[in-house]
């Protein structure tokens, strides 16, 4: 069973940083391009980056390119977001999702950026 | 960039049959696939079609997705509508590792 989940959201400081993770299991992590997609409170989704099976290629929504990095280790079957000069505009819960298109979505992490 | 536009809402009545529309902005609909989501409250999307017309296994053939060049557009129909199968709807297609969402549809089955 495909099983992607998420950990490392939580509250945060306008500014700030925080580093998302998501764990693979269930597939051959190393054979998949994966996302990340987000959903701000009570919005649609949107997708913010992509990284290709082996680490590249590499793309970013303009939304976050040049704050957002987007990482993944298959060694250890897992995906990395770090976020850095977070805003309240990336209030969102964020999703990683397996594959181009998206097939299998975990549960989300929810990240808060707040004074 | 491209832009996937749906309408923002749809409701039909249990046993009808519906249909949601994702207009592609520029670009043929046609240049890459188009996938369905569907996202229940306080859940996670599941992709109910993908490449176009495509389900995957365990949802119902009563789901069904087709593309349309001359009005470059995209369409989710759903036939005897369930009241479980009230919840947001999302199209999504792509240029290369560019990936483009529809704002959501949310059907109401009333």
């Known amino acids: 069973e495909v099983q992607l989940v998420e950990s490392g959201g939580g509250l945060v400081q306008p500014g700030g940083s925080l580093r998302l993770s998501c764990a693979a299991s269930g597939f051959t992590f190393s054979g998949y391009e994966m996302n990340w997609v987000r959903q701000a409170p009570g919005k649609g989704l949107e997708w913010i980056s992509y990284i290709g099976s082996s680490g590249t290629p590499i793309d970013y929504a303009d939304s976050v390119k040049g704050r957002f990095t987007i990482s993944r280790d298959n060694a250890k079957n897992s995906l990395y977001l770090q976020m850095n000069s977070l805003r309240a505009e990336d209030t969102a819960v964020y999703y990683c999702a397996r594959g181009l298109p998206p097939d299998y979505w975990g549960q989300g992490t929810l990240v808060t950026v707040s004074s | 960039n491209f832009m996937l536009t749906q309408p923002h809402s749809v409701s039909e009545s249990p046993g009808k049959t519906v249909t949601i529309s994702c207009t592609r902005s520029?670009?043929?609909?046609?240049?890459?696939?188009v996938q369905w989501y569907q996202q229940r409250p306080d859940s996670p999307p599941t992709t109910v079609i993908y490449?176009?017309?495509?389900?995957p296994s365990g949802v119902p053939d009563r789901f069904s997705g087709s593309i349309d060049s001359s009005s470059n557009s995209a369409s989710l129909t759903i036939s005897g509508l369930k009241t479980e199968d009230e919840a947001d709807y999302y199209c999504?297609?792509?240029?290369?590792?560019?990936?483009?969402f529809g704002g959501g549809t949310k059907l109401t089955v009333l």
């Open positions: 490449e176009d017309h495509q389900r």
């Open positions: 999504q297609s792509y240029d290369s590792s560019n990936q483009v």
């Open positions: 520029s670009g043929s609909i046609a240049r890459n696939s």
